[in-house]
């Protein structure tokens, strides 16, 4: 089963402007799924999980392109960064747009070489899983959000009804096509699957990790630290390695695209706030996985219940920037009076602030800390609470209420 993803709108356009066009994001979330279901009949579909092709491909990437010509589908192309100088020549050789697309399981600017090989030539997109407007057939309809009172309307107007019940059921189930799309799928067995697959393959690859066994023992706890800020002393400390370790393995989860930093905004006028980013894992179900929820009602009766509605909500922002080709600028803000404001959006200049609430009567003290944002000099639009209520209603003169079925 296909669902349509919000991407093919902007791989169409980056195809008809770049020669490249690199898809990345973590392994399972449909990158060559995607390119395939839009690909023209006359694009040859490589993949260099093939361990034949994978070796010609690093022993002789010349006669690797004189076998195959472009328009070409070259999946996972970190295995073989040899083949991009070529890529690079065949390009400004041709100079024509869409001769290649390119698929990797980890980001763009940690693959060694391609930034340098294919600077200017190269469309780069993320694909997370899929989005709750893909699932509900809306993935064109998926955009980036701005809390005007307007877009709410219409958002809560398209978005049907999501209750409690059903929120956490996907959030736990998680977004990977494979198992979001297949009810029928055992989850503990898929993520287990995955897990593994991950130990072995991602984490091999991008750095050498001696013990597997304090590698996944790390990432159980950097799971169960979703939502919170940064501490990387707290981090080494409970899993029991060093600083500089936790360091490179965060980077691990962050290049192959398990984990995010949200970062604190701030600029020169406001010194006094807090500079540490909030980590957040990209997919909801690996997390609960990781963390030992068994069921979508134990993980919405218990002590992570908040925390990863959360996650879920700013994952879901993330999806809405990434799939229409965009960086996220999203950030938190927390000065040192601990005054929070869970996402704030930087768009045109002005600032959008947004609370996340695990609640279905939020109030105007969910808002009060928005008034701060005035002391940066910038202009503020409106704001909200994403939260579990079934209608926009105002908080505040420039706040409402955003039901979570608006996202």
């Keep these: 089963m296909y669902l349509s993803r919000t991407l093919e709108h902007f791989a169409g356009i980056a195809t008809g402007q770049f020669p490249v066009l690199l898809v990345t994001g973590a392994r399972q979330v ?18 260099l999980d093939d361990p034949l092709l994978l070796d010609l491909a690093r022993r002789d990437p010349a006669l690797f392109f004189q076998r195959f010509r472009p328009p070409l589908i070259i999946d996972e192309i970190q295995y073989a960064p040899e083949l991009l100088p070529y890529i690079k020549m065949e390009a400004d050789n041709s100079g024509r747009s869409g001769l290649f697309w390119l698929t990797g ?23 997370l899983g899929l989005s709750r407007r893909e699932l509900i057939g809306q993935s064109q309809a998926s955009l980036p959000l701005t809390p005007t ?23 736990w189930r998680g977004a990977f096509p494979a198992i979001a799309l297949d009810k029928a799928r055992d989850w503990n067995l898929y993520y287990a699957s995955y897990v593994q697959t991950y130990l072995q393959r991602d984490v091999r690859d991008l750095s050498k990790v001696g013990d597997e066994m304090a590698f996944l ?3 159980r706890i950097s799971a169960a630290r979703t939502g919170q800020m940064l501490n990387l002393s707290e981090l080494a400390r409970d899993a029991d390695i060093a600083v500089n370790t936790a360091k490179s393995w965060l980077s691990i989860l962050q290049a192959s695209g398990v984990a995010y930093l949200l970062e604190p905004y701030h600029n020169n006028i406001s010194k006094r706030m807090v500079k540490s980013p909030k980590l957040y894992f990209l997919d909801t ?69 947004l609370e996340i609430k695990k609640t279905a009567s939020p109030t105007s ?24 209520a079934q209608q926009s209603l105002p908080l505040s003169p420039s706040a409402v209420s955003i039901p979570v079925a608006a996202l």
Aim: charged residues 20%.
């Design 30 to 47: 449909g990158k060559t799924t995607l390119l395939r279901h839009i690909s023209e009949d006359n694009r040859t579909y490589i993949t």
């Design 217 to 219: 023992r790390f990432l």
């Design 285 to 353: 179900g690996l997390c609960a996985y990781l963390t030992g929820w068994s069921s979508p009602e134990t993980l919405e009766a218990g002590a992570m219940s908040g925390a990863i509605f959360e996650t879920w909500v700013v994952s879901e922002l993330i999806k809405s920037y990434w799939h229409n080709g965009r960086q996220a600028p999203l950030y938190y803000y927390r000065d040192k009076e601990k005054r929070e404001i869970d996402v704030v959006i930087l768009q045109n200049g002005t600032v959008y602030p």
């Design 105 to 127: 399981s980890q980001q763009f600017h940690l693959m060694k070489g391609v930034s340098e090989s294919l600077a200017g030539r190269v469309a780069v997109v993320q694909l």
């Design 365 to 388: 003290a969910d808002v009060r800390h928005f008034q701060v944002l005035e002391k940066l000099k910038m202009p503020v639009g409106p704001g909200g609470v994403i939260c579990l």
């Design 149 to 171: 009172a307007s877009e709410i309307a219409e958002r809560v107007q398209s978005g049907g009804h999501l209750d409690l019940r059903e929120l956490y059921s996907l959030i």
